[in-house]
Nanobody, 124 residues
């Protein structure tokens, strides 16, 4: 198993930036494909970005492509989400997730492990 803890959320003005971190503990971090998802009240949790075990393969949701950057540091057991040019519609609770295996998936059911979430609020 792996335990995930997100940090870095907060309040930012539109056009600003935030960097989320997700620290992992437990099994070998490099065994997991990592993903970021987000959720607003009353809506389903949606995919944001994912990165393969080695970091070679990366995939983004269309809504964040060109503005968000996912990366990982396997030596530090951490995955990051750099969020630039933030918009009010990016406001959500952001969750880090992990799945065994090398393939990238965009569905919540594909990820077995989840963090507790961190709130991101973008004001207009």
């Amino acid at each position: 198993q792996v335990q995930l803890v997100e940090s870095g959320g907060g309040l930012v003005q539109a056009g600003g930036s935030l960097r989320l971190s997700c620290a992992a503990s437990g099994r070998t971090f490099s065994s997991y494909t990592m993903g970021w998802f987000r959720q607003v009240p009353g809506k389903e949790r949606e995919f944001v970005a994912a990165i393969s075990r080695s970091g070679v393969s990366i995939y983004y949701a269309d809504s964040v492509k060109g503005r968000f950057t996912i990366s990982r540091d396997n030596a530090k057991n951490t995955v990051y989400l750099q969020m630039d040019s933030l918009k009010p519609e990016d406001t959500a609770v952001y969750y880090c997730a992990a799945r065994d295996g090398s393939n990238i998936f965009t569905t919540t059911l594909s990820y077995a492990y989840w963090g507790q979430g961190t709130q991101v609020t973008v004001s207009s």
